[in-house]
């Protein structure tokens, strides 16, 4: 069974620009969470969705948004993007909704210049 | 506001040591206590937690939960340097997928 597949998997964004992130969960997940790592913050929680609703929003700016396709796969967004948004995007699925664990992706890296 | 905080930070040690790593939290509608393994990929799961005082152990690996201390560890016997890693511990909440992740505690194991 494949894993949670995130793409792409590097990319390089300027100030302003805005950005979109994909992520396909492993087959059969219906829930998709997504977090952000950075070395200062460390993992964050993002939002959580569940058959194309999103159930659970962090502390993040409005800016950050995401959506789930009726197929599971997710895809967050980010606009007027910041210096401060550089960081490793993660995406984790789950097949029992709100129990057990979470399964991740390798991640998608962004560099803000 | 839900916080989980690993100690210590950094652990250097040899290969053949055993190690402890700690975790606390304190999380509203907590559900479960996970602890993952990152190195420089994916977090890897490596045990849920949700019942006080039993012990889950994977090969070398090992790791408790105190519900009444808000408290858990991860033990690492005979160390290897394939171990050497980042260890994440997460709380995780009643009703939902979030995970409130503690700052990890970098594992280096020399040979």
């Known amino acids: 069974k494949a894993g949670v597949t995130q793409t792409p998997r590097y990319l390089i964004k300027t100030r302003g620009q805005q950005v979109t992130l994909s992520c396909s969960p492993i087959?059969?997940?219906?829930?998709v969470s997504w977090y952000q790592q950075t070395p200062g913050q460390g993992l964050q929680f993002l939002f959580e969705?569940?058959?194309?609703?999103?159930?659970n929003k962090g502390n993040f700016p409005g800016r950050f948004s995401g959506r789930q396709f009726s197929n599971s796969r997710s895809e967050m967004n980010v606009s007027t993007l910041e210096l401060g948004d550089s960081a490793l995007y993660l995406c984790?699925?789950?097949?029992?909704?709100?129990?057990?664990?979470?399964?991740f992706g390798e991640g998608s890296r962004l560099t803000v210049l | 506001e839900d916080k989980v905080v690993q100690s210590p930070l950094s652990l250097v040690v040899h290969e053949g040591d055993t190690v402890t790593l700690n975790c606390s939290y304190e999380?509203?509608?907590?559900?479960?206590l996970l602890w993952y393994k990152q190195e420089k990929k994916a977090p890897t799961f490596l045990f849920m937690l949700?019942?006080?005082?039993i012990e889950k152990k994977s090969g070398r690996l090992s790791s408790i939960l105190d519900k009444k201390e808000l408290f858990s560890i991860l033990n690492i016997t005979a160390t290897q340097t394939g171990d050497s890693a980042v260890y994440l511990c997460?709380?995780?909440?009643?009703?939902?997928?979030?995970?409130?992740f503690g700052q990890g505690t970098r594992l280096t194991i020399n040979p």
């Open positions: 984790a699925s789950n097949d029992q909704g709100s129990t057990g664990e979470l399964f």
């Open positions: 087959s059969g997940h219906r829930s």
């Open positions: 969705y569940f058959s194309e609703t999103q159930r």
């Open positions: 999380v509203t509608n907590f559900r479960s």
């Open positions: 949700t019942s006080s005082g």
């Open positions: 997460a709380g995780g909440i009643q009703g939902a997928q979030k995970l409130v």
